[in-house]
């Protein structure tokens, strides 16, 4: 039977589908998310079951996570994206012992017990200068394709101090630089550091090796050397990192 | 009457206030159907869910109705105290007299979530300068400039020092404002150096004898003051009756913390508890009438124990919860998300324990003071936090931040950092604002995820034998 999980985040929706015979993740697939989230969400895990051959009734249960979980009225059960997360890393990257998820609107550091449980999470969903809201806005301001974001900070001798810790007003310094003829690879690089140095400081003192990397943002390059800059340790990016939650769900759906 | 125990919504209470009534339900003069207070501005109470129990209603009409009793206390000619900041000691000491009545101007903190926004408290004290920068206890400035919640106290009192700083900015600015504030001061309290006299605090922790010293000159002073208002003298012997009344309030509750946040399934749910437990520092402006209060609570839940009853399923999670919340609703929330109060530090821990009586009684209320978590380190917190957890068996702590409130912004990471190496519970930090509906999903997404990780910590626990409980 498959397990499916389905992670309704801010900025897009995740579909995995999971055959437990087989113990293998057999489809995922994406979608930018919109106003109409359930019929979005459904609409995809459909697709994503007859393009591989299978219908509603091959799925023992399906499972519902992220900020839109609560919506999808078609799911069997719900779960964090906490959990979800834990459980897909300890799938793709078994023994890491802590999780750092970074998404459109919010980040999270999850701790994992040595048998890749949860032992406790730290959330950063107030402020947007530790998510992909953040580097989002920049693209748009330097009007520079998100994916190119990593090869432009690259070029970077002398990252930007970014000093505001709201993204409206980081805006606003960005304007800033940018008229005083800050080099847009310098912004770039100082609003990843910025990004990072938000996450790194929500792990507190300590943190357990290894790290594994997930969510949308860990996707877009350079970010992950930027957090192995700030946290002065290696990270190493989850496989598929932005459908982690997803296939976590899914395993979660096949009681796995 | 036989009732199921249960919560209901302020439409449902209503019908079985008929019902109660039509059975011949005693009252107390301020009783009377939860939803008339709607009318008065008291917007939020139609999104609250409550306890069904008679005592449950009694509670809620008890605290709703305040401001009618200071109204008519001075209508009857008491004198009003209104003392700031010292949670649970200047209030002993003013109902030591039976010509004052004591109450919190800083309870107007509720106001903004009780009203949702409808009296334009904090846009008062925005004009003012206190902003939203400063913790919600800043609708006190608009409470007093409308005098529209309380009547203008014949005495006004404010601890500092070592208390909460924007709570000390936001009294000088009510103080500037023209009224005027007897201050009385608590040092920081630390450890004894070696060989240096020292006491034991209620709570057990020790300070300096030179630090309770000078907190009994302190309040020496406000015995003053208070002794003028009342045209008389407050004499240890008067002092030490009030301590006695207190002790009977404290000990009372004490019996249905441990009562409530022993039993499974839990016998009164979160709202009704945090509202009850307030009462230890304030008594809701008539000490006796709570003392009433309490005693038909406790015995409601003595009851439910006893008979094996919940108000909430069985098997929910035991959350420690730190520091109340400045939107009633999401201790609601709580409970929706599975998980029920087992615990809590609402910071006037102190005033929970008894004063002592076998001491005088000045040194006794000094010692009290001395013991306030905000006077303290908060590492000195954190160790009662986890000696109480330990007591109550929690397996998951909430420290809910309250925004803008100075202490928040530092003792959340100690909090979380010492729970978590000494007892291994996860514990999550939310921030509540005054009318938290915009961020209800956030808030429930970290609940939720708390909750799922105690709960896989229990299965875990329990596949390998291990006590569930945590121990200190």
Redesign the interface.
Request: proline share 0%; aromatic share 10%.
């Given at each position: 039977m498959i397990g499916a999980g389905i992670d309704a985040g801010s900025r897009a929706i995740k579909v995995a589908l999971y055959d437990d015979e087989r113990d293998t993740v057999v489809a995922t697939d994406v979608l930018d998310q919109g106003v109409e989230q359930v019929a979005l969400a459904k609409g995809l895990f459909e697709k994503l079951l007859e393009d591989n051959g299978l219908d509603r009734g091959n799925v023992s249960r399906v499972v519902g996570t992220g900020?839109g979980r609560?919506i999808l009225d078609f799911v069997d059960s719900t779960?964090?994206?906490?959990?979800c997360h834990a459980r897909g890393v300890r799938r793709v990257s078994p023994g890491a012992r802590t999780i750092i998820e970074i998404g459109g609107q919010?980040s999270k550091l999850i701790r994992l017990n040595p048998?890749g449980?949860?032992?406790?999470?730290?959330?950063n969903?107030?402020c947007a200068a530790g998510t992909g809201r953040f580097l989002e806005m920049v693209a748009a301001r330097l009007d520079v394709p998100l994916e190119k974001l990593g090869e432009l900070a690259r070029g970077s001798h002398s990252p930007a101090p970014i000093s505001s810790m709201c993204v409206v007003f980081a805006e606003t310094e960005i304007i800033g630089l940018l008229a005083s003829g800050s080099a847009p690879e310098d912004i770039v690089a100082g609003v990843q550091t910025a990004i990072v140095k938000r996450v790194a400081a929500m792990a507190?003192r300590t943190m357990d090796e290894p790290v594994s990397f997930t969510g949308g943002v860990a996707m877009v390059p350079g970010m992950v050397e930027a957090l192995q800059d700030a946290l002065g340790r290696p990270v190493s990016v989850a496989t598929d990192p932005q459908m982690t939650g997803a296939v976590g769900a899914s395993l979660l759906a096949a009681n796995r | 009457m036989n009732r199921t125990p249960e919560q209901i919504s302020l439409h449902e209470w209503d019908r079985l206030h008929d019902d109660l009534v039509a059975a011949g339900l005693p009252q107390p003069s301020y009783g009377g159907p939860l939803s008339r207070h709607v009318p008065d501005g008291d917007l939020r109470l139609p999104r609250l869910r409550y306890d069904n129990s008679p005592a449950a209603l009694r509670l809620w009409n008890f605290l709703l109705t305040e401001e009618d009793r200071l109204a008519a206390a001075r209508t009857e000619g008491k004198q009003l105290v209104g003392t700031m900041k010292d949670l649970g000691t200047v209030p002993v000491m003013a109902y030591s007299s039976p010509s004052l009545v004591a109450f919190y101007p800083d309870g107007a903190w509720w106001i903004p979530c009780v009203m949702e926004l409808s009296a334009g408290l904090l846009e008062v004290a925005d004009s003012l300068g206190i902003d939203e920068s400063f913790c919600p206890v800043r609708a006190m400035l608009g409470a007093f400039l409308t005098e529209a919640h309380f009547p203008i106290p014949d005495l006004l009192t404010c601890n500092v020092g070592a208390t909460c700083d924007d709570f000390s900015a936001i009294a000088q600015r009510l103080n500037g404002l023209g009224y005027p504030i007897l201050w009385w001061e608590s040092p920081h309290r630390r450890a004894p150096d070696p060989g240096e006299a020292s006491v034991e605090l209620p709570g057990g922790f020790v300070a300096p004898e030179a630090q309770v010293a000078f907190v009994h000159d302190e309040l020496e002073r406000v015995r003053r003051a208070l002794a003028h208002i009342a045209g008389r003298t407050i004499t240890d012997a008067m002092l030490a009756e009030g301590i006695t009344t207190a002790n009977k309030v404290r000990s009372t509750l004490d019996e249905l913390r441990r009562l409530a946040y022993a039993a499974e399934p839990c016998p009164m749910p979160a709202l009704e508890m945090l509202i009850a437990e307030m009462l230890a520092i304030h008594f809701c402006s008539d000490r006796d009438e709570c003392l009433a209060v309490l005693d038909e609570l406790l015995a409601e839940v003595r009851s439910r124990v006893d008979a094996g009853l919940g108000a909430l399923a069985g098997g929910a999670v035991r959350v420690f919860w730190v520091n109340p919340v400045a939107d009633l609703r999401v201790m609601n929330m709580l409970e929706q998300a599975g998980g029920r109060i087992c615990g809590t530090e609402y910071l006037f821990c102190h005033a929970l324990d008894p004063i002592p009586e076998d001491l005088p009684p000045m040194e006794a209320l000094a010692r009290m003071a001395l013991a306030d978590p905000m006077t303290g380190p908060t590492a000195d917190r954190a160790d009662r936090i986890c000696r109480d957890i330990g007591l109550f068996g929690s397996e998951a702590v909430v420290v809910s931040q309250i925004p803008g409130a100075s202490h928040c912004a530092t003792e959340g990471a100690v909090i979380r950092d010492t729970v978590g190496a000494r007892l291994g519970i996860p514990v999550t930090e939310i921030e509540v604002p005054p009318v938290a509906d915009a961020m209800a999903p956030t808030i429930r997404n970290r609940l939720d995820a708390l909750l799922e990780t105690a709960r896989a910590r229990r299965e875990t626990l329990s596949a390998t034998h291990e006590p569930v409980r945590t121990t200190t």
């Open positions: 900020y609560s779960i964090t994206e906490i959990t919010d048998e449980a949860v032992r406790d999470f730290a959330m969903d107030r507190g | -």
